[in-house]
């Protein structure tokens, strides 16, 4: 039979709209017929000039990915693309697609993936858009997506086309359009090659130094068993839980203290190797654990700017750092050391891109555990923790210590973020509207006088595009802040999170438990929200 493109009709559904980082529904949403066609077809009908160019997909490897990517693959054929290129097996870690795009000078990529969030049958998954510098598509693009997948009635795809085996690497014809099976880690470790002295970190290995790195069943387990203990020597067994699986083990791929509290646990024993880390279902989140001790994902941020220098890929090339509004400014004090410009953006990862292409920012990342630097358009995971071990190989120190250390150079900046899960939707956007409405300026609130009370809104330097409602400020005239937003990235129900931050120059004070030092501004905005007498329970889900 001759594979012929075909046109089948179709009608919208509902609330295909992509959220912080693309559409993710539940898998049996993505499983209703047409569901993730009628998207695909959006994104293709929403770019223009793809004609004969490269498309680049793969995922994290979650229930359902394989199927997605036979049906992308048709589709891709179907809309004219000349070539796709897919990660054996289908996976790409998120930095990986991001990378894979760039290197080849690809139109695009399709990403699947719902990140952090749980897989298998009643889990998550997702899909989104990147374009060709390698970075998640700007609202432009995701605004017409939405607006296509409103309005369409047909998708294109091929009849009686094979399914392409995705288990071998090599180049096949899939409908006159070229599928190209490559490994998934090859280009992305190649970059990382060029970043970090591999050679240093190699010794470092050879000297004894001992690591955990948690793949939590999920992407990362092949780039981390190929770069850690393939071309960096760390003994076998470095690596755990190391292979992908569909229900990422019935785990919740996210590398934080209550996700990855086998890690956590392991970190704040008498067994702890020097170092932990842990990446998410997708590979582009990462924890970075001492012996006895969390970084938290702003410090860390700071740290990695503040020691750039003593990263090959960095050296003498540092023009700025960015961070999204709820992540501590921590890193800010770094940057105004140095002189470096210092950006603050809605949090998402996409709004760091212009900074990157513009070379206006070097380094970037969020509290949400995400940080990464202009070698792609994603955060990665993998690349934190390299770019970590470098640290500690070039400074000869433990985690502790160079948190100590950079704590006394900068102080320190106490933060923490309590997320408030499963909340009632409209109760929770009431609270918001309450919020944004109090009269709170020149208040004073559990004895610190409001400064600034603001809803961040986000003009781009770049594009001039702008950005509103991205999250409630309540800022002290001692420095403090607390800042409250509901997530983009939930799937049931609402999610509030509380951000809370003080600065503390005086090194005595440093060695305090970040709930302690929080404790009365965390007492703040649980009165001023009125949290129990709205949800019943003012305890926070996960704390980090
Ligand atoms: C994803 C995005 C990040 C963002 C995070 C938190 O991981 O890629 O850029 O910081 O979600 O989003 P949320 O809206 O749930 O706080
Ligand atoms: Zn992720």
Redesign the pocket.
Known sequence: MTVTVLEVPTTPFAGQKP???GLRKKVGVFRQPHYLENFVQAVFDSLDGFQGQTLVVGGDGRFHNREAVQTILKMAAANGFGRVLVGRDGLLSTPAASCVIRAHKAFGGIILSA??NPGGPEGDFGIKYNIGAGG?APEKITDAIFAATASLSRYRTLENAPEVDLGRIGETDLGGMRVVVIDPVADYAALMETLFDMEAIRRLFRDGFTMCFDAMHAVTGPYAHAILEGRLGAPAGTVINGTPLEDFGGGHPDPNLTYAKDLADLMMGDRAPDFGAASDGDG??NMILGRGVFVNPSDSLAVLAANAELIPGYRGRMTGVAR?M?TSRAVDRVAAKRGWECHETP????FFGTLLDAGRATLCG???F?TGSDHVRE?DGLWAVLAWLNIIAARAQTVRQILADHWGNYGRTFYSRHDHEGLDAAKAEALMADLRAAPLLGQTLGGRKVALHDDFAYTDPIDGSTSQGQGIRIEFEDGARIVV??????TEGA?L?LYLERFEPDPAAHDQDAQVALADLIATIRDLTRLKDRFGSEDPTVIT
């Open positions: 959220g912080t980082s990140s952090h998640p582009d989140r999204s709820p949090t998402g990862w996409k969020e509290e949400s995400g955060k937003r509901l997530s983009g990235t939930g999610t999170r």
